[in-house]
């Protein structure tokens, strides 16, 4: 099994900056992408940022230029830059990865973790 633990949310002024990590553990065999998603109340979750295990990254229109991804292969974490913010980025955010585990190294599937909330007011 894989787990993803967050950390790093909070209350933050508009205009400020936060990071987030996810330091995923367990019996890992292989972790391919790794990316956040976020969910605001009343909406759908919707996918923030994705990273390959190459490094290649993609965003959503609304946080391009403002918020970067990164990835420590070695220490299977992803990490969110978020700079910028505004109070429409206020949402639970979710880490995901892409993996595989020791006893199934052929079959990957997304695993999530439990959400950290990041809140953007004044």
């Known amino acids: 099994q894989v787990q993803l633990v967050e950390s790093g949310g909070g209350l933050v002024q508009p205009g400020g900056s936060l990071r987030l990590s996810c330091a995923a553990t367990g019996s890992i065999f292989s972790i391919n992408a790794m990316g956040w998603y976020r969910q605001a109340p009343g909406k759908e979750r919707e996918l923030v940022t994705i990273?390959?295990?190459?490094?290649?990254?993609n965003y959503a229109d609304s946080v391009k230029g403002r918020f970067t991804i990164s990835r420590d292969n070695a220490k299977n974490t992803v990490y969110l830059q978020m700079n910028s913010l505004k109070p429409e980025d206020t949402a639970v955010y979710y880490c995901?990865?892409?993996?595989?585990?020791?006893?199934?190294?052929?079959?990957?599937?997304?695993?999530w973790g439990q959400g950290t909330q990041v809140t953007v007011s004044s």
């Open positions: 990273i390959s295990s190459g490094g290649s990254t």
């Open positions: 995901n990865a892409a993996a595989a585990t020791m006893r199934a190294q052929t079959y990957v599937r997304a695993y």
